[in-house]
């Protein structure tokens, strides 16, 4: 067991623009795709994944002097916050996280073929959306069946969210036969701003305001390009950080490249996902009956090339920051979680079909929430890595206990026990 452990590690470890070429191309032979093509899909689907790395952490080494601006307010808290990555890692050290994936692709594989969903999550890397509350369910419940049962029921959970964003997904974003399988986001971003959205069309006045990154483009000519846009936005963030001449054109420049490599990039993977989809389709036809599609779970990093998603970004770090001291007894600064709200603007930016304005309220409230929470979580968290190989030595949080379901739903179904026991 331990040695299979370790080579799922390893493997996953290598990165998602590794798995995801391996995992695309035996998905297509397996639907039928001759071996060449097979594997021209899953080098395309993996250059562009790793292109697409690469625009994104040139967007976050791009705005790193605005977010390195406001560290200084950083001093002072006892608890360290730190990033999905390390977070992940610590998740694959329990010892039932190398029956969650298999466990989670069968039975996945199983619900299509009996038509209850039509969703095929092939998003490995992204389990620890799973891993995480499986974890954290280990730690607080000292129980590794729980834990395992709690990550495998959020990776089949995730399924039926997926499904219900996968139409407005495709439309908005065009990205045909692919819907978005991470569990914080489909299963807890964008239903809290599909119901926000539900009470601004309530609210006189707020209903009318429709501020469309499209629509401002078509009015301002080449001024609502994305490339001008993001140099605009890179400017403004620079400029309210107080940033020299030239780090402002520099930051200015990174947010254009990035709001154009974006969308670039994206295309690149859709180039091997589409051949895919088809065949995954056509393959589903022939088995289950002429009715049966087929939607392939991928990362929220497809829905970043949206020029709203970069514009909510980037506007969303000031804002974050003055958000931390509306947090009662605040005890981390957020600076990881500054570099992973491009992660949140997507579903967000779906739920209010582009609108800027809505967006921005959405991610305000969505960002207090995730504060709040991973704040009041710390506890919680922090027994969670307790359980790991990877110590901090002193408090942490992290940006999942404060936006993915399966956590919240664990930390407080604990303190319910425990306050009754």
């Not at 999550?121 to 995480?132: A, G, K, P, S, Y």
């Not at 930016?349 to 967006?359: A, E, M, P, Y």
């Amino acid at each position: 067991m331990e040695i299979l452990l370790k080579f799922f590690q390893g493997f996953v470890n290598l990165g998602a623009s590794v798995l995801l070429p391996v995992v695309i191309a035996i998905l297509a032979v397996f639907f039928g795709m001759k071996a060449g093509r097979a594997i021209k899909a899953g080098l395309l689907v993996g250059i562009g994944f790793q292109g697409l790395c690469l625009a994104v952490n040139l967007l976050i080494t791009s705005v790193t002097p605005a977010m390195e601006y406001y560290e200084k307010l950083g001093s002072g808290y006892d608890t360290l916050e730190v990033g999905f990555a390390a977070l992940g890692a610590a998740s694959w050290t329990t010892p039932f996280a190398v029956l969650v994936i298999p466990s989670i692709i069968l039975v996945n594989i199983i619900l299509v073929r009996l038509k209850v969903t039509k969703v095929l999550n092939v998003d490995i890397w992204n389990f620890m959306h799973f891993l995480v509350p499986g974890a954290l369910a280990y730690a607080l419940f000292g129980n590794a069946v729980i834990g395992f049962l709690v990550a495998f029921v959020c990776g089949i959970i995730v399924l039926f969210f997926a499904q219900w964003t996968a139409k407005p997904w495709q439309e908005f974003f065009g990205l045909e036969g692919t819907t978005c399988t991470c569990l914080s986001f489909v299963a807890w971003a964008y239903p809290i701003g599909y119901g926000l959205n539900k009470i601004i069309d309530k609210i006189p006045g707020l209903n009318k305001i429709d501020i469309n990154m499209d629509k401002v483009g078509q009015k301002l000519g080449v001024f609502g390009d994305p490339a001008i846009i993001g140099v605009v936005v890179g400017a403004f963030l620079a400029i309210i950080t107080k940033q020299s001449p030239g780090e402002t054109l520099t930051m200015a420049m990174g947010v254009a490249a990035a709001m154009v490599l974006i969308p670039r990039m994206v295309s690149i993977m859709m180039e091997g996902l589409s051949p895919l989809g088809q065949s995954a389709n056509e393959y589903m036809h022939k088995k289950i009956g002429e009715d049966a599609d087929i939607y392939i779970g991928m990362d929220i990093a497809l829905g970043l090339g949206d020029p709203t998603c970069i514009t909510c970004t980037a506007i969303m770090i000031p804002i974050t920051i003055l958000l931390v001291f509306l947090v009662p007894d605040m005890r981390f600064f957020p600076l990881g979680l500054l570099a992973e709200i491009c992660y949140l603007a997507p579903m967000v930016v779906l739920s209010s079909k582009g609108n800027l304005f809505r967006s921005l309220i959405a991610m305000t409230i969505l960002m207090y929430i995730t504060l709040f929470l991973a704040n009041m979580f710390i506890p919680e968290a922090t027994s969670m890595m307790s359980v790991t190989n990877v110590d901090f030595g002193k408090s942490v949080t992290a940006s999942h206990f404060g936006w993915n379901p399966g956590n919240v739903v664990v930390s407080i179904i604990h303190r319910i026990m425990v306050m009754f026991a």
